[in-house]
Nanobody
Framework: QVQLVESGGGLVQAGGSLSVSCAVS????????MGWFRQAPGKEREFVAAINWSGSWLVYADSVKGRFTISRDNAKNTVYLQMNSLKPEDTAVYYCAAGTKVVASRINEFEYWGQGTQVTVSS
């Protein structure tokens, strides 16, 4: 059974940095394309970033481009999201997701999801 567990969320001031991690178990990470999504209160879940199995292909939402960096360590079965220059509008629950047939990073392309970790950015 594939499980994804996020960690590293918390409270940070605007302009600060935070890193969240996603540990994958039950299957080798290298078999998955990985993504990060987020959901703010009252809003739909939205795409943040994605990375292919080798790390050679990265894609970001326009709202986080230049501030967030997605990376992966297949040996550690872990995916990371480094968030810099955080803004209050980045406040959300951040979800890690894994898929085997990801083409356009749409939500429905990801088969496995974590429970999420809260990131709160104060102004």
């Amino acid at each position: 059974q594939v499980q994804l567990v996020e960690s590293g969320g918390g409270l940070v001031q605007a302009g600060g940095s935070l890193s969240v991690s996603c540990a994958v178990s039950g299957r080798t990470l290298s078999g998955f394309e990985m993504g990060w999504f987020r959901q703010a209160p009252g809003k739909e879940r939205e795409f943040v970033a994605a990375i292919n199995w080798s790390g050679s292909w990265l894609v970001y939402a326009d709202s986080v481009k230049g501030r967030f960096t997605i990376s992966r360590d297949n040996a550690k079965n872990t995916v990371y999201l480094q968030m810099n220059s955080l803004k209050p509008e980045d406040t959300a629950v951040y979800y890690c997701a894994a898929g085997t047939k990801v083409v356009a990073s749409r939500i429905n392309e990801f088969e496995y999801w974590g429970q999420g970790t809260q990131v709160t950015v104060s102004s």
